[in-house]
């Protein structure tokens, strides 16, 4: 397929926005124009699309089936999508895992490719909605800044973390209509992941309901990982108060970038220094005056976040847990320090070795920029989902619907 343009979708999630905005940089670079969709101005956008020449031969990139979630400006006169109608071939990236995606992945869209950042994932939804066909494997990658940015010893920021905090009891809407046994059948499944954080959500899911209710079918298993979506959202949060607040505890200052951090209980509240939401760019500029970076993954087991790449190409020493990916891509210890959710209480004691050796810190530090920066940015992204594009037309496995 000759692409004669790619389609992306702004106005909806800032986050996704400017992942978005990365992209088509990068595609422009590759010769191919991107085109953008802004719901913010769904007329003017709607009318400009219907105007664009050669929409069979277009391609639509967007996020977390923005653009199929039901939103009327991107419905058909005729039923459908606009997508479908003119048959433009959709790719769509989930960011979080597919039982999040439930309601649209069982609508069977036609004419789309689906692309995971992680691989279990990309197993699951293989195996679950084959309709579908071979799905993409794509992590996140990350965004560098212009200019040489603050040399390290300069830095005035000791550890940065970007993310919100979430309150357990912000959580609890999603189990309020559940009788008693139900919610210590969650929370069971919740211990066992806190206790041995190595297994995947799907994994731990699907055995547990299986020993539970033995003559389960496929559509009920879809419909109740779906209805399970509690149990990650609170191990995200568990975990991610666990970890600042340990480096917190333990007198390690530290910048939090994210709202409601104030509610995350910590023991000794005055070593953060709470700055509330700001956009992706802030959080990259943030990074550019912090002396180490620290992760959380978010239960992705063989994948990688974009805290990761984004920290590295913003010259901090990152401090994470791994994954099978990580483990691939990068050597913990040279390219970054690693502590295991286990025994979270090693991200404050790295945390602090680096601190107290700060020519070791900078030395991870520039290791982790050069990794990150041969082969893990927005840009390195473009470049593999092209030849996504390009494959799929070789492979027709790839994202098709199979009858």
Not at 157 to 171: A, K, Q, R, S
Not at 239 to 258: S, T
Not at 309 to 320: E, K, P, R, S
Not at 363 to 384: D, I, M, P, V, Y
Request: aromatic share 12%; proline share 4%; hydrophobic share 40%.
């Amino acid at each position: 397929m000759d692409i004669k343009r790619i389609i992306l979708i702004k106005g909806a999630v800032e986050t996704l926005e400017f992942f978005s905005l990365q992209l088509a940089e990068a595609f422009t670079e590759h010769k191919i124009p991107a085109w953008f969709w802004d719901m913010r101005a769904p007329l003017g956008s709607r009318e400009a699309f219907c105007a664009l020449a050669d929409l069979d031969a277009s391609v639509l990139l967007t996020f977390n089936f923005i653009g199929f979630s039901g939103e009327s400006q991107f419905q058909s006169e005729h039923g459908g999508t606009l997508w479908e109608q003119y048959g433009v071939t959709s790719y769509c990236i989930m960011v979080d895992h597919p039982i999040y995606y439930y309601k649209r992945l069982r609508s069977h869209i036609s004419h789309m490719r689906l692309v995971c950042i992680d691989r279990g994932h990309k197993a699951f939804v293989e195996k679950f909605y084959p309709f579908y066909g071979k799905a993409g494997f794509l992590p996140l990658g990350g965004t560098p800044l212009p200019g040489t940015g603050i040399p390290f010893q300069e830095r005035t920021t000791d550890v940065i973390f970007t993310g919100n905090f979430v309150p357990v009891e912000h959580l609890m809407p999603h189990i309020r209509h559940m009788d008693e046994e139900s919610r210590g059948f969650y929370f069971d499944i919740i211990q066992e992941l806190i206790e041995h954080p190595c297994i995947p959500l799907e994994k731990a899911l699907i055995s547990r309901l299986e020993g539970e209710f033995p003559q389960i079918t496929r559509e009920e298993t879809l419909s109740c990982l779906h209805g399970m979506v509690f149990i990650d959202l609170y191990l995200r949060t568990y975990f991610r108060q666990k970890v600042v607040c340990c480096l917190a505890d333990h007198g390690v200052r530290l910048l939090a970038i994210g709202k409601d951090w104030e509610k995350a209980g910590c023991r000794r509240p005055e070593n953060i220094r709470m700055a509330g939401m700001q956009d992706s760019l802030a959080c990259l500029k943030a990074m550019g005056n912090a002396k180490i970076a620290l992760n959380i993954m978010p239960w992705f087991k063989d994948g990688a976040h974009d805290r990761i790449f984004n920290g590295m190409l913003q010259g901090c020493a990152v401090v994470t847990d791994s994954s099978a990916y990580l483990d691939e891509i990068l050597l913990e210890g040279r390219d970054y320090a690693g502590f295991s959710l286990e025994h979270y209480e090693e991200a404050a004691q790295k945390a602090k070795e680096l601190l107290a050796a700060p020519g070791k810190a900078e030395e991870l530090a520039q290791n982790g920029f050069q990794a990150a920066s041969q082969g893990h940015t927005w840009a390195h992204r473009a470049s593999e989902l092209l030849r996504m594009m390009e494959g799929s037309h070789c492979d027709p496995s790839f994202g098709t619907v199979q009858k």
